[in-house]
């Protein structure tokens, strides 16, 4: 059971990780639009069959 | 070419599939507006985000956008336009940021494509205010993140002492499982809940006493009480509760911001304004901004175009279009010499005028900048989010004296715990949820019902109404919609519907606002061709169909003869094959459902009709509309009349709410209690209103008024209910028996079923009062719907 006394900060950082993950996400800009990109994943491609000159 | 056929060549007809309704109409010819100012290298830098030799990002304001069609179209733009390397679009914010290349196209030709397709640009508005609502939202989610994660691991580490039973104890675990609690808990008690101590210090310095206060009272002495529990009792403390309370507060306050996200009601006079204008000096024309036009300036003034300032006319004569700011649809003739103001709109050829006050000394924006518009409107009425929280804070510490001083006598031991424990249970904290979520719901279901509200303060005033004044034109009329009626001459049939169609087709042929309204108003009947269409300005039109001579116009032009003068000059007389067979007068129409809705109203409130326009119907509108002869019906009332009248029954102890329509309601609208502007296209709304009501919700009026009601009702029911918990934890704090169990099981119980009953009692009652509740149609995800501006070519 003394185990605990170092299992239980170790996780306890581990959890902090994750919090540090998500403040980076939040001052990145990851959560700046949570609207558009929910539209954007169901919009298809046009065809290729009218494209000319494409941007690289 | 059409909008349509643009899409088709470069392959992406498949925006019309995607969506029923998109914001493109395939019939709408490209309008071509000046973006002349567009190539202006201070116009660029304004809306740039970064360039340099070869490469320029901006950022444009598209307030067209309304679903996923246009999502999608603005996203393929680089098929449309080559040089543009890439676009995106952020959907709540209506902006699209295109980047380009300098070398194969410019901002202008990018700004006149987006127009052609129906996704004119507007200036940027408020481009600063919207990052920094986003640095506070950033702030907020940072802030929860930090109290989820400690509130989770400390209830993770608090659980073992729960779950002790009989003799056992945690043994050295106890300290470890202490001490990591406090450590998660600094965070929160810095970070997550400081804005709670930073404004109930701010209420209690300037004696306002709101329901923050006593929210950090409890909050504190949660955190104080646990405090002293761990560092000298060895006991485990309240931190679980602490913690959990902190992050129940703040998504409370999400919920609030996410509700009014869909509308950013923040914009100044120069949003409405283009960015420049063309300068007459010397010989030359240039491009100027706004700010830097002078009286005395000489301005060119297109087709279109918006009149920035004050000016006088100096051409022979202009067609001017005071819908802006009259909410008159139908454009006025002015002379050399007379005065146009600003926020006019030319229609017909270019004219030039000579600058007489400058912009922001313009009649309208002077009105705009009246000192009563900077300051935040005054609550006449004391809210009761601070009724209660005075209470509150009374209420605790006397009841926390009280048992102070009874404990003090039987057992001193106990004073400090239990003094504590009453501070920290008489916590309104399932309180502070009831607001955000009675009033965040109801506002939600008012925005998909198309009434949108400023802020949650909003409806609390709503409820406290008992007079409303109503502007006419434009408000109680649908200035877009103007009927054509005919007015057979003395001895002639009305027109038939083909001999409706030779009219409207020759109309269709000119641009001139009296012709464009009589093609809207014949828009049912089909346009021919016509041969040998002339237009003669000022006086009329002339064209043959089939073999017949029709002419549209004056009485003077169409029937070369003399008539007596028409009374009103909205009179346009029409003559086929030599005959003259009568004219076409044009009314306005009415709102639907107008009686119906006036009637309803009438029977809550006092009603007071004020109109700018002449009483030429007065005893229609007394009579049909508003048939009781109790309503006051006011004409010829300026902006200014109409504020001095809110203000006068004010001052007489009434509560206000003005509804009104244009620029010139403003005054009104910023005066009254509750200043509701009713608008027919979203995005031309005036800025000092505090509800938006689209056109089409005008019938829900009187729920609207009944909606705030219900939610001051719901509201109290859930003050009760909270105050239940508060009660109980009372009972057992007083004698001495709240043990941090008992508060781990009543705080998530409370504030969950607090929020949870305010959000559904709130949609039950809504929903039975006749507003709908279900999510929209894909088609108009969350936001608003933007009503198409019809083509010129029909509806």
């Not at chain 1, 993950?21 to 290729?48: C, I, S």
């Not at chain 2, 998504?251 to 923040?266: H, P, Q, S, W």
């Not at chain 2, 000394?361 to 002077?366: A, M, N």
């Not at chain 2, 409370?750 to 559904?760: E, N, T």
């Amino acid at each position: 059971m003394s185990a605990l006394y170092l299992l239980i900060p170790v996780s306890l950082l581990a959890a902090a990780g994750f919090l540090g993950a998500f403040v980076w996400a939040v001052k990145n800009g990851q959560y700046d639009d949570a609207h558009t990109p929910a539209m954007r994943m169901l919009l298809d491609d046009p065809a290729l069959s009218k494209r000319e000159n494409e941007n690289p | 070419m059409l909008a349509y056929e643009i899409l088709r060549n470069a392959g992406l007809e498949d925006y019309y599939r995607l969506n029923a309704n998109p914001g493109v109409s395939l019939q709408s010819a490209a309008r071509r507006a000046s973006y002349a100012e567009y190539d202006d290298d201070r116009i660029l830098c304004q809306v740039c985000d970064f360039q340099n030799d070869r490469h320029v990002d901006v950022t444009l304001h598209v307030p067209q956008i309304h679903c996923t069609s246009c999502v999608w179209l603005l996203e393929n733009l680089h098929r449309l336009i080559p040089g543009i390397r890439h676009s995106q679009v952020d959907f709540f914010k209506k902006t699209v940021s295109i980047g380009f290349e300098r070398s194969r196209t410019t901002l202008r030709a990018i700004a006149e494509m987006l127009d052609s397709l129906g996704y004119a640009p507007s200036p940027r508005d408020a481009g600063e205010r919207a990052d920094a609502v986003l640095q506070a939202r950033k702030t907020l989610y940072l802030k929860i993140g930090v109290a989820g994660f400690c509130f989770g691991n400390v209830m993770l580490l608090s659980f073992p002492e729960y779950l002790l039973s009989g003799g056992e104890s945690l043994e050295g675990f106890g300290t470890l499982f202490a001490s990591l609690t406090l450590a998660l808990s600094l965070p929160v008690l810095f970070y997550s809940a400081s804005d709670y101590f930073a404004s109930a210090w701010r209420a209690v310095k300037t004696r306002a006493i709101n329901i923050e206060v006593p929210l950090a009272i409890g909050l504190f002495s949660l955190f104080a009480r646990s405090l002293f529990d761990i560092l000298v009792h060895h006991r485990l403390g309240f931190l679980d509760s602490f913690t959990g309370l902190v992050f129940f507060l703040l998504i409370g306050r999400l919920f609030k911001e996410k509700t009014f996200d869909a509308l950013n009601f923040e914009r100044t006079y120069e949003s409405y304004f283009p960015l420049s204008v063309t300068r007459r000096s010397g010989g030359e024309e240039r491009t100027v901004p706004l700010a830097e036009i002078r009286p005395g300036d000489r301005l060119r003034i297109r087709n279109q175009e918006l009149i920035p300032a004050d000016s006088v006319l100096k051409s022979v004569c202009a067609c001017i279009d005071y819908s802006f700011v009259t909410g008159e649809s139908l454009p006025q003739k002015i002379e050399r010499g007379e005065t146009v103001y600003a926020g006019g709109r030319q229609c017909g050829e270019a004219v030039e005028v000579e600058v007489v006050k400058s912009v922001s000394q313009s009649h309208l924006t002077r009105l705009w900048n009246d000192s009563s518009f900077k300051e935040t409107k005054r609550k006449r009425f004391t809210q009761v989010s601070n009724h209660v929280g005075r209470l509150f804070t009374w209420a605790t510490l006397a009841i926390g004296l009280a048992s102070g001083v009874f404990w003090s006598f039987s057992a001193p031991e106990r004073v400090v715990p239990v003094v504590t424990s009453v501070l920290l249970v008489a916590c309104p904290c399932a309180l502070a949820l009831a607001f955000p979520f009675t009033f965040g719901t109801a506002m939600r279901i008012l925005g998909k019902n198309g009434v949108y509200l400023k802020n949650m303060d909003v409806l609390e005033s709503l409820s406290w109404i008992d007079t409303v004044v109503l502007d006419k034109t434009g408000t109680l009329t649908i200035s877009d919609q103007d009927r054509a009626d005919f007015i057979p001459s003395p001895g002639h049939a009305p027109l038939s519907p083909s001999e409706e169609s030779w009219v409207r087709s020759v109309a269709a042929n000119s641009v001139h606002p009296l012709s464009v309204a009589l093609n809207r108003g014949l828009f049912r009947n089909p346009i021919l061709t016509v041969r040998d269409f002339q237009e003669f300005t000022g006086r009329g039109l002339q064209a043959k169909v089939g073999s017949r001579d029709i002419r549209i116009g004056s009485a003077a032009f169409v029937s070369n003869s003399t008539l007596p003068d028409e009374a009103e000059k909205s009179l346009v007389y029409v003559s086929i094959g030599g005959e003259l067979r009568g004219a076409f007068r044009f009314a306005r129409a009415l709102r639907p459902s107008l009686k119906k809705t006036i009637a309803a109203l009438f029977e809550t409130y006092r009603l007071i009709l004020l109109s700018g326009d002449d009483p030429r119907d007065a005893d229609v509108w007394a009579r049909d509309i508003f048939t009781e002869s109790a309503a006051v019906l006011r004409f010829r009332q300026s902006p200014k009349d109409k504020m001095d009248f809110v203000a006068d029954q004010m001052r007489s102890g009434r509560f206000v709410a003005m509804i009104g329509d244009g620029l010139n309601d403003a005054g009104a609208l910023r005066q009254s209690d509750v200043g509701i502007a009713i608008t027919d296209d979203i995005n031309a709304f005036s800025p000092s209103s505090d509800v938006i009501l689209a056109g089409r919700s005008f019938p829900m009026l009187p729920q609207v008024f009944a909606a705030a009601k219900i939610c001051m009702r719901v509201l109290s029911a859930t003050v009760a209910l909270s105050l239940a918990y508060n009660l109980i934890g009372l009972g057992f704090a007083v004698s001495g028996k709240l043990s941090p169990f008992v508060s781990a099981v009543l705080m998530p119980i409370s504030s969950i079923s607090v929020m949870a009953v305010s959000s559904f009692a709130t949609r039950w009652n809504l929903k039975r009062s006749g507003f709908g509740v279900a999510k929209e149609e894909k088609k108009n995800p969350d936001s608003i719907q933007i009503l198409n501006v019809a083509s010129q070519g029909g509806s």
